[in-house]
């Protein structure tokens, strides 16, 4: 917690050299961007070159290299040139359907039902990417470092309810859900310089198959929990 604030200091004006940048903005821009081209890239694995949808096909090419473009920019650190590029817009255009005339019904279920579905989500995705980059990179940066005498203070007031929460608990010998979190991991986790503990060794020789629902709403801690429940080796497909 202490050290939150200096997430927020940029002292070269540059956002590519600042810790929130870095360690938080990089990497959820990549996902974003990653999880777009996967999903046209399966919508042109699902037209498989049909020369009767070759107008989608392309449509698709060309907005799969809006995505990557945007995606080197990033992976290259190019930021500033990434907000100029992003910023000068992009025009979607409307993704029609081959003709019904001369289309088998397949080939028209498939385009209905996968490729149009997966080109919109794409597309959709990439317009909420976009409000990323409603403020110019400079602005960018004074909106980062305005913030940052706020978060100096929200985390001075986080840290003295925090100590103030742990004496009162220890105090009354309480415990939270978020103890119980912990201290399962600390139980499964092994000691310096070893990545499990005997328990976790135990565990994972007694569950057959570990099995998540709503995967997506796990926290990182739960997701460290299962993580030493399952075994360590994917190939023995026990995490699902």
Do not use: C
């Amino acid at each position: 917690m202490e050290t939150l604030p200096a997430l927020y200091t940029i002292p070269s004006g540059k956002l590519a050299d600042s810790r929130i940048y870095q360690e938080i903005i990089r990497k959820q821009w990549t996902e974003e961007l990653t999880y777009l081209i996967q999903l046209v890239d399966q919508a042109l694995s699902l037209a498989n070159g049909d020369t009767l949808l070759e107008k989608q096909i392309s449509l698709l090419n060309n907005e799969r290299a809006q995505y990557n473009h945007a995606l080197t920019l990033l992976e290259d650190n190019q930021l500033e040139a990434l907000f100029e590029f992003i910023q000068s817009g992009y025009k979607f255009d409307t993704l029609r359907g081959p003709s019904k005339k001369t289309t088998p019904e397949e080939i028209l279920e498939n385009f209905d039902g996968k490729i149009k579905h997966l080109r919109n989500e794409a597309k959709e995705g990439y317009q909420n990417f976009e409000g990323n980059f409603a403020l110019t990179h400079d602005e960018q940066v004074e909106v980062i470092q305005a913030t940052k005498d706020y978060i100096t203070v929200l985390a001075n007031i986080t840290k003295v309810f925090a100590d103030a929460y742990q004496a009162y608990k220890a105090e009354n010998k309480f415990i939270d859900f978020n103890d119980l979190e912990h201290l399962t991991l600390q139980i499964l986790k092994g000691d310096q310089g070893v990545e499990v503990s005997e328990a976790s060794v135990y565990y994972r020789k007694k569950f057959e198959e570990v099995l998540v629902d709503e995967y997506q709403d796990l926290n990182a801690i739960q997701e460290a929990i299962i993580l030493r429940l399952a075994q360590p080796d994917p190939s023995l497909g026990n995490y699902f």
